[in-house]
């Protein structure tokens, strides 16, 4: 989207809210949350480290409890290993953290999980353990609990003032329809492709892919420059195509490497025995309780919660010759040391790169670094459900077509077959893909309440208009600065990222970053790797 395009729907957005103030309906305050930025700006701005008070020795310290953090432990736990210590960091949960508002739950970050591959036998054992799968966790079909599975209407899109099924647009004419189907014919026949080195063209985790120079040549272009070298032109399609790309990444087709935009769709053939092809599974919080079910796991094995300690990592030496040195603030500001065998990096890569010179692991952050994206993640909670357009029914996700954020998702959605709830939560998803980063950031950092909230409800006042304000009671916004990477074109190429897939000696790393862009299948992944290194198993 253009800049321009953007600043225009900036202001209808403020025109319609002009409007609701003026019919007597007041806006709700938002609470803003801007979870690491403190921290991280400390880092980037070279502020004073305290002074430790004392010093922990431990086996292996693992820095951050997001997806990655969290695996790793998880998967050091149920191997027996007992002697290690995970750093909290500034989010429990990282971009897999829920919140609340009352007896409803919602996300602050992602909130659906597709059914894994057979290739993901670690999140199928995850998955098995936490009591989704309830059997068959390695058949091709396993069994799922049918209560996380995303039940109809999964999908809808708003289109000249009527709600449509799906999220696909038809095509104007029949010529531009026929597009459409060639483009899903090809992808469809691209799931079970193989390179000339026998592996998976397109393969979740990423590192399984082939690496066949002839398939690897899609990351030398722009997702967008491909479709139009391919003849496909059709403006519904690129615009449902640029719209998976910022919903996926971050960032529209003109910056994302073509064998990404290739892989969002190729990489998911996960099936199920009691699920169509394509489902995904999702929690009123989206991913939350997943990393609760691993903390909770790994608190089980090792009989304590002392394995999880607040607070974040501040730097990590690793001169000495005997230990590797973290030095750790807790909530009070109070600091102490770490002494650690090794170390589990399980942070974004622009936050390690200040704990610790990577130059010396092969990753060089000027040019190595992978561009991130900023998120706002916006939960409206509601009393009652507002008055829907035309057309489809309320789905779990819900589009509008050309709209400059990314649409909106229902928390009660799973209830809905039984009875409409009395209260609800609406989470709308925007990521600033119309802004650099570096712009974006700026942005959500000077940004006013007001501001935020008129950009974080503008899908909602389009598919509702200012009416949907008598029914919002409260309204949370998470931003993230550094939300997710953008796996730009070379991303696959990127020396500085295969080197720290490689590590395998005192400090190890494990984030989605590795591979260029952030799910929960990928930052699991790193985990489980880097404690089959620690166990001598990889």
């Not at 272009?221 to 403006?235: A, R, V």
Request: proline fraction near 6%.
């Amino acid at each position: 989207m253009l800049r321009r395009e953007f600043l225009l729907g900036g202001a209808a957005v403020a025109t319609g809210l002009g409007i609701a103030w003026r019919a007597g309906v007041r806006e709700v305050e938002p609470a803003i949350s801007y979870p690491g930025m403190r921290e991280g700006h400390g880092l980037r701005d070279g502020a004073a480290r305290p002074v430790p008070s004392g010093e922990r020795a431990v086996g292996v310290a693992i820095l951050g409890a997001g997806v990655g953090g969290l695996s790793c432990a998880w998967q050091l736990a149920r191997s027996g290993f007992r002697d290690f210590v995970v750093v909290q960091g500034p989010e429990f949960g990282g971009n897999a953290s829920g919140g609340g508002s009352g007896e409803l739950a919602y996300p602050r970050g992602a909130h659906y999980l597709p059914l894994p591959s057979l290739a993901s036998t670690h999140v199928r054992e995850m998955l098995a353990e936490f009591g989704v799968i309830l059997h068959g966790a390695q058949d091709a079909r396993p069994y799922f609990d049918e209560a996380v599975i995303v039940h109809g209407l999964d999908e809808r899109l708003m289109r000249h003032g009527h709600w449509e099924d799906g999220v696909v647009p038809h095509g104007d004419t029949p010529a531009e329809q026929a597009q459409h189907e060639a483009f899903f014919r090809y992808v469809d026949s691209l799931h079970g492709a193989q390179g000339a080195d026998g592996r998976k063209v397109f393969s979740i985790p990423l590192e399984l892919s082939s690496r066949d120079p002839e398939w690897l040549a899609l990351d030398r272009m722009t997702f967008k420059q491909w479709l139009l070298d391919q003849g496909y032109t059709s403006p519904r399609l690129h615009w449902y195509l640029n719209y998976c790309c910022r919903d996926d990444y971050g960032a529209s087709y003109e910056r994302v490497s073509a064998w990404a935009g290739l892989h969002y769709f190729c990489a998911r053939d996960g099936h199920a025995d009691n699920a169509p092809d394509g489902a995904v599974m999702t929690w009123p919080d989206g991913l939350a309780p997943l990393v609760r079910r691993m903390r909770d796991s790994i608190t089980r094995r090792l009989g304590h919660a002392d394995w999880l300690a607040p607070g974040f990592a501040l730097h990590v030496d690793e001169r000495a010759r005997d230990a590797v040195r973290v030095l750790v603030a807790d909530p009070s500001g109070a600091a102490g040391t770490l002494r650690a065998q090794r170390v589990v990096c399980a942070m974004p890569l622009f936050v390690a790169s200040r704990l610790l010179d990577l130059s010396g692991h092969g990753f060089d952050p000027q040019r190595h670094q992978p561009e991130h994206a900023a998120w706002m993640v916006s939960n409206f909670s509601l009393n009652g459900y507002p008055a829907e357009a035309a057309g489809a029914p309320l789905a779990w996700d819900n589009v509008v077509y050309e709209g400059s954020a990314l649409g909106y998702v229902v928390s009660t959605h799973q209830l809905l077959r039984v009875a409409p709830s009395p209260r609800t939560v609406f989470t709308a998803y925007e990521a600033l893909s119309h802004l650099s980063p570096t712009q974006a950031r700026q942005w959500l950092a000077k940004a006013s309440p007001e501001e935020l909230r008129e950009h974080a409800a503008v899908d909602l006042l389009a598919a509702y208009g200012p009416e949907f304000w008598r029914h919002a009671t409260a309204l949370d916004i998470t931003v993230r600065g550094h939300a997710m990477a953008t796996p730009t074109p070379g991303f696959l190429s990127n020396e500085g990222l295969a080197a720290l897939r490689q590590a395998n000696g005192r400090v190890l790393f494990a984030h989605a970053d590795l591979s260029g862009y952030s799910v929960f299948e990928e930052a699991a992944w790193w985990g489980v790797r880097a404690a089959a290194r620690i166990l001598g198993e990889a």
